[in-house]
T-cell receptor, first 112, second 114 residues
Framework: DSGVTQTPKHLITATGQRVTLRCSPRSGDLSVYWYQQSLDQGLQFLIQYYNGEERAKGNILERFSAQQFPDLHSELNLSSLELGDSALYFC???????????FGPGTRLTVT | AQSVTQLGSHVSVSEGALVLLRCNYSSSVPPYLFWYVQYPNQGLQLLLKYTTGATLVKGINGFEAEFKKSETSFHLTKPSAHMSDAAEYFCAVTRTDSSYKLIFGSGTRLLVRP
């Protein structure tokens, strides 16, 4: 158990809809990373938050946004969903200064 | 820009045989290197990491990897494969001067034959 929690585990929705994915990092970790795993793109970094502020951005679509709240949990918002957004979405939080990242179980999003 | 190349999208070995999964990286600064394993319908689990110091690193489940700067490689090995090792393995690199975001290779699926 990595200590990183994600909800929901599965999400099925229709094109054009909006969903919110939730992540709680390990206790005491200030940083949250979001990754997308899809058949087309593989595993790619989306965005990082540190103590409530955006720290780095990767290949994140404009339709996607994220935030980190004072209690350090993070939400990834995906809007105007397309079939190609179907993927596994992981969040991760780092341990110690070498930043080995520990991953949550993921949310599997299916857009129909 | 950093990148990771994993040679072989599928590797098949017999139970008890040597496991060798290849990873080459590209980085303009000293990298941190990682191997993660993903079992079906599960998240990513850290197998091992290289940061600094000893270039041969040992991880969980009997796996080890050697950082070879001259070859820009970080291949993963295990002397004797078990059926339970069947999974997908990802090599990843992160820069030490940025946000520490992970750049992943495309993954290698390990099949273990009885």
């Amino acid at each position: 158990d990595s200590g990183v929690t994600q909800t929901p585990k599965h999400l099925i929705t229709a094109t054009g809809q909006r969903v919110t994915l939730r992540c709680s990092p390990r206790s005491g970790d200030l940083s949250v990373y979001w990754y997308q795993q899809s058949l087309d793109q593989g595993l790619q970094f989306l965005i990082q938050y540190y103590n409530g502020e955006e720290r780095a951005k990767g290949n994140i679509l404009e339709r996607f946004s994220a935030q980190q709240f004072p209690d350090l949990h993070s939400e990834l918002n995906l809007s105007s969903l397309e079939l190609g957004d179907s993927a596994l979405y992981f969040c991760a939080s780092p341990r110690d200064t070498h930043n080995e990242q520990y991953f949550g179980p993921g949310t599997r999003l299916t857009v129909t | 820009a950093q990148s990771v190349t994993q040679l072989g999208s599928h590797v098949s070995v017999s139970e008890g045989a040597l496991v060798l999964l290849r990873c080459n990286y590209s980085s303009s600064v000293p990298p941190y290197l990682f191997w993660y394993v993903q079992y079906p319908n599960q998240g990513l689990q850290l197998l091992l990491k290289y940061t600094t110091g000893a270039t041969l690193v040992k991880g969980i489940n009997g796996f080890e990897a050697e950082f070879k700067k001259s070859e820009t490689s970080f291949h993963l090995t295990k002397p004797s494969a078990h059926m339970s090792d069947a999974a997908e393995y990802f090599c990843a690199v992160t820069r030490t001067d940025s946000s520490y975001k992970l750049i992943f290779g495309s993954g290698t699926r390990l099949l273990v034959r009885p």
